[in-house]
């Protein structure tokens, strides 16, 4: 199934204990990139949640935005330096003493100093959330990359439509190309007649065209390009990604076509290039969209 590189995905589960939300939210890129914001205390799951994501999405810019809320994340712990309280306190009582001071320190003011007292936190090892998180992530990820398959459906359906009007395209320089060099024949001997009247050397304008001909002969790049849209639908067949493979296919698309349009020297022909281009371009567009 052909994927777009842009989707969006969302899935959300609720427990006894913990209530988590995932969004995944994907948009164009050469390679497969996954950032993650998660909560600290559950940094130790970002390669599992890469993981989980790499099984649906092959390329692409994917940003993954994790909500969790509950309680027994962390482990909470006081932490009293003693000596240090014992000191400021002697300290504070001779400072009374010495300077006859009357104010009293109260036990408020001890704890607000943070070199006394400190909260560590510490990540708890819970398999139950690991395990949810885990869950709601694989069902966004599911629902990006559905999201991504019908998007990419719609692609490929307006680049087979681009690509069918280029082989109408081909097909009527392919019928119309032999007759560019009568045409140039036609148009020697005119200008000659016009010059010299009937009396003109035969040889000399055979040579002429077999030149012209030689040098507008454009029937190898019209099988490449028919060749190249071959290939193009073939790999649109095949079950991986395909976008840069595409991509490729369509560069060379272009090259084929510019060359013809350069080689045949016939205003026709040159319309129906122009033509070409335009909507080489159109699919270049879709292409780069696609997984």
């Known amino acids: 199934m052909i994927a777009s590189m842009t989707g969006f995905g969302r899935a959300r589960k609720e427990t006894n204990a913990f209530f988590v939300h995932a969004e995944l939210k994907s948009v164009n890129h050469r390679f497969c990139e996954i950032n993650i914001r998660l909560p600290r205390q559950l940094l130790f799951l ?37 000596d240090l309280l014992d000191t400021l306190v002697t300290s504070t009582r001779k400072i009374q003493e010495k300077y006859q001071l009357t104010d009293q320190i109260t036990t408020g003011q001890l704890l607000s100093n943070e070199n006394i007292l400190s909260i560590e936190e510490k990540e708890m090892e819970n398999h139950e959330l690991e395990s949810t998180v885990l869950e709601v992530i694989e069902s966004a990820a599911l629902q990006l990359r559905q999201m991504r398959e019908v998007e990419g459906k719609k692609l490929i359906e307006d680049i087979f439509l681009f690509l069918g009007q280029i082989e109408e395209n081909v097909h009527i320089i392919k019928e119309y190309a032999p007759k560019v060099v009568t045409h140039y024949r036609d148009r020697i001997e005119k200008r000659i007649k016009e010059y010299v009247g009937n009396e003109f050397d035969e040889n000399r304008i055979l040579t002429e065209v077999a030149l012209f001909a030689e040098k507008a002969d454009i029937s190898e790049e019209l099988t490449r390009l028919e060749s190249h849209i071959s290939q193009f639908r073939e790999t649109v067949k095949t079950n991986e990604p395909i976008g840069r493979k595409l991509d490729f296919i369509v560069q060379e698309m272009n090259r084929e076509t510019n060359t013809i349009g350069s080689k045949a020297n016939d205003p026709l022909i040159a319309k129906h290039v122009v033509e070409m281009k335009s909507l080489l371009e159109k699919i270049k567009e879709q292409v780069q969209n696609i997984e």
């Open 46 to 82: 970002e390669d599992k949640i890469k993981k989980v994501i790499v099984e649906h999405v092959k390329r692409g810019r994917v940003e993954v935005f994790l909500t969790i809320e509950g309680g027994g994340l962390v482990s909470k712990t006081i932490s009293i330096d003693w």
